[in-house]
């Protein structure tokens, strides 16, 4: 059975892979090959003895950076084996931010091919030349892009069939409504003098429904201001 999602890693690194992705309900869903994971090895392309990516920055300045020829014959490779859909995206502080509709779009996808960079970047010409998208998963720098790609795999993977369990799990978690989720509560009904808010004992389905959407709301709005914003006038587009 072909698995539901494929990741190609383009990587100096490929030990870091699978990582934690390997483990728990990701690891199990890639031993079952519900999803599969190939890692190319950037030096593979290298055509001296030394294997090097690398070479001083054009203009001058500090640190390396990854060259252009090597990477169009990695990328190259990895869109021989993907399929046209998938998108071939590249972990930088710059790229557009990872969100839960990205995430989405990936999985429908079918796939992604990541472009891991090390060193103080990629030769610009290679992102214009391979329609490479850029992608961040936040606002600060890593030493590499591996860190960042298995962050947004497993908001990926998560979502395949068969991963997580139950669907309506995904549905009420947090940014697929575009709120914040509403607060969790389990046994003992009473912990140091803190009870379980009654409405969540009531066995009344709907108040209990009202009152995750309040809190839920309440939350946004003093948190997320910039996601509140986009929720509201979300709502107010729909009436």
């Known amino acids: 059975m072909k698995p539901a999602f494929t990741a190609q890693i383009l990587t100096l690194f490929p030990e870091m892979f699978p990582g934690p992705l390997g483990a728990s309900l990701a690891g199990r869903g890639l ?74 779009r990936w999985q429908q996808a079918g796939g992604v091919t990541i472009l891991c960079g090390r060193f103080e970047g990629v030769d610009e010409r290679v992102l214009e030349a391979r329609e490479v998208e850029e992608i961040s998963v936040g606002d600060f720098v890593l030493s590499g892009g591996e860190p960042a790609a298995l962050v947004m795999l497993d908001a990926v993977v998560r979502l395949l069939p068969g991963i997580m369990g139950a669907e309506e799990t995904l549905n009420e978690e947090s940014f697929e409504s575009g ?61």
């Open 31 to 104: 031993e079952a090959e519900k999803w599969a994971l190939k890692t190319l090895d950037i030096r593979d392309f290298s055509s001296d003895k030394h294997r090097s990516v690398d070479d001083t920055p054009a203009g001058g300045g500090p640190g390396m950076v990854m060259r252009a020829d090597i990477l169009g014959k990695a990328i190259d490779a990895a869109k021989h084996e993907a399929d046209p859909e998938w998108p071939v995206v590249y972990m930088s502080p710059r790229g557009r931010r990872f969100d839960q509709a990205e995430a989405r």
């Open 179 to 239: 709120l914040l989720e509403y607060p969790h509560y389990t046994r003992p009904q009473v912990w140091e003098d803190r009870e379980i808010p009654a409405v969540l004992t009531s066995g009344h389905h709907g108040k209990v429904a009202e009152w995750r959407r309040e809190r839920a709301e309440e939350i946004t709005r003093i948190r997320r201001p910039d996601m509140w914003s986009t929720y509201v006038r979300n709502k107010e587009e729909k009436v």
